[in-house]
């Protein structure tokens, strides 16, 4: 229920694309945060609702037995649960987008290309491949392959001596090297299909 200012500013509030983004301080809380304040952001001239969240969840866990797997019924369930409580709200229902990031936004990062090497230059996908962790980055797509994305990226930093903490500097200096072109490449590959619908929402 904080809402933050964005660390790094682009543009003003005159620009044409006007972004306000609110941390609600955990995954289970951000439909609910949505559906208790869409109607006072759409008074006040925001025209769209994205919402975000990681699907690993103790709700995931529970519902797929505590297997440490990728289950799309289960998915697929959550999706509609969320979707039926979006239709419900009436008129802006249809301007209301709400995402699972499967299974954490980890995996998005994970299939950014070479993203890895800004923690050390030898992180290659060769030399992840061929370590004991076996990680194909360049052929595995991290939606469907990876339970617990966050800690693939932690044994990934273990290679290089680093401890992955999911603090904003840790992150800030992961993404930091990361060029647009790098980001197009993952929306047009065939991995990570949620973060191409997510960018596809995010600039229309």
């Known amino acids: 229920n904080n809402i933050k200012k964005l660390s790094h500013i682009h543009g003003t509030e005159d620009d044409p694309n006007y972004y306000l983004i609110i941390d ?35 709700e995931y866990r529970c519902k797929n037995n505590h297997l440490k797997t990728v289950n799309w019924d289960v998915i697929t369930d959550l999706k509609k ?3 039926e409580r979006i239709d419900n709200l009436g008129n802006n229902s249809d301007k209301i987008h709400f995402f699972f990031a499967i299974m954490e936004t980890e995996a998005w990062l994970l299939g950014i290309k070479d993203i890895v090497l800004s923690i ?5 996908n060769e030399f992840i491949k061929n370590s004991p962790l076996g990680y194909d980055l360049d052929k595995d797509d991290p939606q469907q392959t990876y339970y617990h994305p966050a800690k693939v990226i932690g044994e990934i930093f273990g ?3 680093k401890e992955y903490d999911k603090k904003e500097s840790t992150l800030s200096s992961l993404i930091a090297p990361v060029e647009k072109e790098k980001y197009e490449a993952l929306r047009s590959s065939a991995h990570c299909s949620v973060f191409s619908k997510f960018i596809e929402v995010l600039l229309n």
Request: cysteine-free; proline content about 0%.
């Open 120 to 124: 050390n230059s030898q992180l290659t």
């Open 24 to 58: 609600v301080g955990g995954d289970n809380s951000v439909l609910s945060a949505i559906t208790h304040r869409e109607k006072g952001f759409f008074e006040n001239g925001y025209n769209k609702i994205i919402g975000l969240r990681d699907m690993f969840s103790e």
């Open 159 to 161: 290679l290089a001596g």
């Open 81 to 83: 649960e969320s979707q």
